[in-house]
Nanobody, 125 residues
Framework: HVQLVESGGGSVQAGGSLRLSCAAS????????MVWFRQTPGKEREGVAA????????KYSDAVKGRFTVSMDKAKRLVYLQMDSLKAEDTAMYYCAADLRVCSISWYRTAEYSYWGQGTQVTVS
């Protein structure tokens, strides 16, 4: 049973930085897709960044490209989201999601993922 636990959220001023972590457990597969999503009240969950072992370049949404960096520590089964130059519009609940296959061209769609964490709140003021 795959479990995902996010951490690292908090409050920060605009222009600041935060690093989110997602700890994954419960699987032995070597192929998997790890994605960060975010959601604000009344809006659909949006894909922010995707990464997978053996993949070429990680994927980013246009909204965060150049400011956010996704990375992974395969040995520790940790996925990070380094968020720099934060803006008020980055305020959201951030979720880690995963599926046991490489990321597809539709990586940003919530329907692609079977496993989700509980989320961590990021507030930028």
């Amino acid at each position: 049973h795959v479990q995902l636990v996010e951490s690292g959220g908090g409050s920060v001023q605009a222009g600041g930085s935060l690093r989110l972590s997602c700890a994954a457990s419960g699987y032995t597969d070597s192929s998997y897709c790890m994605v960060w999503f975010r959601q604000t009240p009344g809006k659909e969950r949006e894909g922010v960044a995707a990464i997978w072992p053996g993949g070429r370049e990680p994927k980013y949404s246009d909204a965060v490209k150049g400011r956010f960096t996704v990375s992974m520590d395969k040995a520790k089964r940790l996925v990070y989201l380094q968020m720099d130059s934060l803006k008020a519009e980055d305020t959201a609940m951030y979720y880690c999601a995963a599926d046991l296959r490489v990321c597809s061209i539709s990586w940003y769609r919530t329907a692609e993922y079977s496993y989700w964490g509980q989320g961590t709140q990021v507030t930028v003021s």
